[in-house]
RNA sequence: GCCAAGGUGGCAGAGUUCGGUUGACGCGGUCGCCUGCAGAGCGACUCUACGCCGGUUCAAAUCCGGCCCUUGGCUCCA
């Protein structure tokens, strides 16, 4: 049961091997200054699967998640659309949002998801070892990192530094020695309209020049931490100078995380991280992911149209480290898997607690077919968590029990094992709710809809299909699929 | 220009690490069974797929060489 992982740090797949049984877990979550779209879902979703899967393999899983709310980019949208006049309150206001969007999703809890903000005292502290250990260097009241001290720059995203000499922003580099050099701390504050104007020529208009955003005082004045530096305080903070599984997005490997290894290694002398694993982006084939697109692009817009499940099923459907192209289409794909899904628990469910479910039939094909899905599923997790033949081996089941329930008497035993990897595998590990049937609303809505379906019934038992398919058709509307069967009329309600 | 990842059937997307099960699974489409109808489900079909050209081999999507193309990063970005 060795499971294997690309790490970009090497660039192949290798086996995963903690030092004992604890997985201390790093994820690069978000930056408050926009709501999330389906590109952050994805990362979250999959280290949220990641964290369950080592869970299940019986690791004791450490997971952090951070929360950057103190970043130039919140301080972009300072005085837009009514944020709010301060930095605080512009993160503030999407911090709720991405914690509602991580609850909508179904993620289970990370032990902590600390914010920059809080984080002060210790990025200082970092800050000052790195100058210590002559890494860093103070200039004009900001501390740059010098990468020419560290030896391995440029080890993760495979760039040599004389490459990267030649680039970086000129306005900066004035005050570094270097041009990778990078700040680790920002002398000063910075207004919306200096970070638009660094951005775009054509930003928006805000009207709050005397905004400013948050400053912090330190050994070298009033400022504020720089780009990079928080994730390094953090992790050292909650889980450890080394860590096993740092993850991030792909775009954030250079600089972001070429930088974190940097500043960390350099303050420790360990090794930062020993998994480096990235998260593949998210496009729309032609156009671009963004929040100007409309449609779905937002966490909480994809969820009001197809549901959790849906958009869980939807950034499973592609392995992690496999770029995943969004359109209705590939939505739409996801939907319908889902569908199949829980239609097929249902199935079984209702089969298995029926008078037809008996304990002396054996149907061979259903349960080597679930034995072997399960196998599949499991050696699919194994292999770098790919999630696509994991759900593959969950439609596998699906394909067994609807066979199976095709003749009258059930196999009581085949079924359970069926209903139970359904509800292990695809509920706790991929974090699919297959029990929807919660709650008191729920329960009203359910008798009114067993009423209109006891009058359809009675229309249909009188030939008068027409008001029969028009009390369906109502139904429909508000979401609820009505199925026919040889037991009476059965209906699913709509997933959110 | 530099770095990285890819090019598989109408779409989407596994498989490539350790060459030789199923043209995975699903979506879409067609037909049949079932059904008052529809849906769901089952069955069958739709496709002699692996960017191009060579090479190694009994055998290559999978290994080697060359070429073409796409995308992303190199500036904040999951």
Redesign the pocket.
């Known amino acids: 049961m060795t499971i294997?992982v690309s790490n970009t740090l090497t660039?192949?797949?290798?086996a995963f091997e903690p030092e004992d049984d604890s997985v201390l877990l790093y994820?690069?979550?978000?930056?408050t200054?926009?709501p999330a779209?389906?590109?952050?879902a994805?990362?979250w979703v999959h280290a949220d699967v990641i964290d369950r899967w080592l869970s299940h393999r019986g690791y004791d899983v450490r997971h952090v998640e951070n929360v950057?709310d103190v970043?130039?980019?919140i301080v972009a949208r300072v005085g837009a659309d009514d944020l709010g006049e301060t930095e605080q309150a512009v993160a503030q206001t999407y911090t709720e949002r991405t914690i509602e969007d991580m609850r909508a999703l179904n993620l289970k809890r990370a032990e902590v998801y600390p914010r920059v903000s809080e984080h002060i005292p210790e990025i200082i502290e970092l800050i000052e070892t790195l100058i210590e250990r002559g890494y860093a260097y103070e200039s004009n009241g900001s501390v740059y990192f010098d990468t020419t001290r560290f030896e391995s720059y440029g080890a993760l995203?495979?760039?040599?530094i004389e490459?990267?000499q030649?680039?970086?922003?000129e306005d900066e580099r004035a005050e570094k020695r270097h041009?990778t050099d990078?700040a680790l701390w920002k002398a000063g504050g910075v207004t919306p309209e200096e970070v638009e104007s660094?951005?775009h020529e054509d930003a928006h208009d805000a009207e709050t020049a005397a905004q400013t955003s948050c400053t912090w005082e330190s050994p070298w004045g009033e400022g504020r931490p720089g780009?990079?530096i928080e994730c390094s305080a953090m992790s050292m903070a909650h889980l450890d100078e080394t860590i096993d599984i740092h993850?991030?997005?792909?775009?954030?490997?250079?600089?972001?995380h070429e930088n974190e290894i940097a500043q960390s290694e350099a303050a420790t002398g360990e090794q930062f991280a020993r998994y480096w694993l990235?998260?593949?982006?998210?496009?729309t084939?032609e156009e671009?992911?963004s929040s100007s697109l409309g449609n779905f692009s937002t966490v909480q817009e994809a969820i009001e149209s197809v549901g959790t499940n849906s958009v869980r099923t939807f950034l499973l459907?592609?392995?992690y480290?496999?770029?995943?192209?969004f359109?209705d289409?590939?939505l739409?794909?996801?939907t319908?898997?889902w569908?199949?899904l829980e239609?097929?628990y249902n199935?079984a469910v209702g089969a298995l607690d029926s008078a037809d479910a008996i304990a002396t039939v054996t149907d061979e094909r259903l349960r080597t077919a679930v034995a072997d899905a399960i196998a599949e599923f499991e050696a699919?997790m194994d292999?770098?968590f790919?999630t696509?033949?994991a759900?593959?081996a969950l439609?596998?089941i699906?394909?067994a029990?609807?066979?199976h329930?095709?003749d009258s008497e059930y196999d009581y035993t085949g079924l359970k094992a069926a209903v139970d990897a359904f509800e292990r595998l695809g509920g706790d590990v991929l974090g699919l709710a297959f029990d929807t049937d919660t709650g008191g609303t729920v329960t009203v809505a359910t008798e009114a809809i067993e009423l209109v379906l006891e009058l359809?019934e009675e229309e249909?038992a009188n030939g008068n299909?027409?008001r029969?398919?028009a009390l369906?058709d109502s139904l429909t509307e508000f979401g609820v699929?009505?199925?026919?069967?040889?037991d009476g009329?059965?209906y699913r309600l709509p997933d959110a």
Request: glycine letters at 6%; aromatic letters at 4%.
């Open positions: 294997r660039g192949e797949q290798e994820v690069c979550g978000l930056t200054s926009d779209h389906l590109g952050h994805r990362l950057t970043n130039e980019k995203s495979n760039q040599s490459e990267l030649a680039q970086g922003p041009p990078f660094h951005r780009w990079h993850m991030g997005g792909q775009d954030l490997v250079f600089p972001h990235h998260v593949r982006l998210l496009d084939g671009k992911m459907s592609t392995a480290n496999s770029r995943q192209t359109s289409a590939t739409h794909e996801a319908e898997r569908d199949r239609r097929s199935r699919a292999d770098d790919n696509r033949e759900l593959t439609l596998d699906a394909t029990v609807n066979r329930t095709e359809r249909r299909y027409e029969a398919d369906r699929e009505v199925e026919d069967t040889d009329p059965e």
